[in-house]
């Protein structure tokens, strides 16, 4: 049975928070998405961190993280027992599980060997502190496969109902409809790495069996990173150690007493202790002076190790393909690839939202440092013109949260016919599927009138197209509905300059 603490009452709030963000999350038939969906990104001490080493600069959309950093050194690591999603996820699926007794091949500093490696390469422009961060690794399994599993499954059964009860299944129509307009994913996508994600979600709760919130104790970053905090907090556990004659709090307590003695930075301030003392001797208070149980920093040879460690990482990855990168398309408004880099959370906010279903994790296009940023893959879905959301939803502005007539501007490649491919070159055939499809009002992409030799040898007259490269912004929709299987006749290519389409272009082209 979960006893409803103050803590869990505290833990269930806040879960229902995330999903409800998490629903908001979504294209609803508003151009505008008012809730602060990303809130709990945007108070995430280690994004913050993570964030101010690689990006060295500063954004206001992370003040709530040094709110909760200010916060965490006032009161201690009070987010894991209060507030965090994926801890109250592991609280209540394993509710039963009660093994305080520390898996030994987790035990020790592996997580400092997590952590210091993360937020060093961070240093040396390596951001990947979002592929470890909870909220990230629970939005991610969430987003790209248990809530398009759901929506799939949901519309499955209500074919199948069709096949049991037939023209009776209206009668449950609207609601069907209440589920679809508030609850189901506004379309099913298949992401990649979808899999990976959910595995890694599924791995952390089975984590559970073996030792009570095993991954907050020995592996979450962002735990640590509280932890450590934590320990700088006046506000503690009185009596700090168990008492000689009772002893009770082992059972009570799900991550710090262990060894008989309080560990301050695993204590996740739940104060199931207090609750359930027989004697009611503990109580939670500030105490002065602060007296630091632990040294300040951890060992040399761990904070050597960890900046090493993040130097081999960050090192490698400094090598790029100049012709992988010409293949990333990124979200409208990035123009520099190394600061988008060093910015994006992985997340999965971008991609969760889009429209036209444009953005998909990176796996391996990108390379190690790209892996879960969001890029646009125009033959599966296209930027729809009118859209800001993803720029709306971002967390940390790695994607710029534009008005809709600059974002209209924004490169994010240029269209290239492929004349292998497109119908009236290769075939000498007229198509102006991508004209029409254009949305740029004088049009990106327009055709004129030539005379050319048909394949059957036959002299005639075709529309050959062309591509207005000064007004093309790279939305992808025209890769996205040519006509010709597998590959397009006509593809957006990352460009260098991704400076947006200046006045003068859109307006001595009639844009
Ligand atoms: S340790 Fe990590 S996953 Fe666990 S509650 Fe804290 S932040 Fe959440
Ligand atoms: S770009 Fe997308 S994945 Fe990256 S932080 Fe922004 S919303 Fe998240």
Redesign the pocket.
């Known amino acids: 049975m979960v006893k409803a603490t103050k803590a869990r009452i505290s833990q269930l709030l806040f879960l229902a928070l995330f999903l409800l963000l998490f629903l908001q999350t979504e294209y609803r038939g508003h151009d505008q998405i008012n809730a602060a969906v ?1 809130s709990f ?1 945007r108070a995430d001490p280690l994004v913050l961190f993570s964030y101010l080493l690689a990006a060295k600069s500063w954004t206001w959309l992370l003040l709530p993280a040094v709110l909760m950093t200010l916060a965490t050194l006032l009161l201690g690591r009070f987010f894991c027992g209060w507030i965090c999603p994926l801890g109250t996820l592991l609280d209540l699926l394993t509710p039963k599980q009660r093994s305080t007794r520390p898996v030994p091949w987790l035990a020790g500093n592996l997580k400092y060997w997590l952590l210091l490696p993360l937020l060093s390469a961070s240093l040396f422009n390596l951001n990947l502190a ?1 592929l470890l961060d909870p909220i990230a690794i629970l939005l991610r399994g969430m987003t790209f496969f248990f809530y398009p599993l759901l929506g799939l499954t949901a519309r499955e059964g209500w074919v199948r109902l069709y096949g049991l009860i037939g023209e009776q299944r209206d009668s449950l129509a609207p609601a069907y409809g209440l589920l679809k307009n508030y609850l189901l994913p506004f379309r099913e996508t298949l992401y990649p790495l979808a899999f990976v994600s959910a595995l890694l979600l599924v791995l952390i709760i089975l984590l559970e069996r073996l030792e009570t919130r095993a991954w907050c104790r020995h592996l979450c970053p962002l735990g640590t990173l509280l932890g450590w905090l934590g320990r700088f907090s006046p506000f503690k556990r009185i009596p700090p150690g168990l008492c000689g004659d009772c002893g009770q709090c082992r059972e009570l307590c799900p991550t710090t007493f262990d060894q008989g003695g309080l560990n301050r930075e695993e204590c996740i301030l739940c104060m199931e202790c207090e609750q359930g003392c027989p004697n009611q001797r503990i109580s939670f208070r500030p105490s002065w002076p602060l007296q630091l149980s632990e040294p300040v920093l951890p060992q040399r040879r761990l904070l050597l190790g960890g900046l090493a460690g993040g130097l081999l990482l960050a090192v490698p990855t400094r090598f790029r393909s100049p012709e992988k990168e010409a293949a990333l398309l990124r ?1 409208p408004g990035v123009r520099d690839e190394d600061d ?1 880099l060093k ?9 969760k939202v889009c429209l036209k279903n444009a ?1 998909y994790p990176a796996a391996w296009q990108a390379g190690l440092d790209g892996i ?3 890029l646009v893959i125009p033959r599966l879905g296209y930027c729809e013109y009118h859209c800001t959301l ?1 720029g709306q ?4 502005g ?2 710029p949260n534009l008005a809709v007539e600059e974002k209209k501007r924004q490169v994010i490649g240029k269209a290239v016919f492929d004349k292998n491919h497109c119908l009236p070159f290769a075939r000498r055939i007229d198509c102006i599927v991508c004209e029409e499809h254009c949305p740029i009002p004088d049009k990106a992409i327009r055709s004129r009138e030539v005379r050319v030799m048909g394949l059957d040898g036959v002299m005639k007259t075709v529309k050959e197209p062309y591509v207005v490269e000064e007004i093309c912004n790279g939305c992808g929709i025209c890769e996205n509905v040519c006509p010709v299987e597998t590959r397009a006749g006509i593809k957006v290519h990352a460009v260098r300059n991704r400076a947006p389409i200046t006045e003068t272009a859109s307006g001595q082209l009639g844009y």
């Open positions: 990303n990104f979002g979200p988008f910015k994006c959370v992985r997340c999965g906010e971008c991609m953005l879960y940023t969001p993803c939803v971002c967390p940390t790695a994607i």
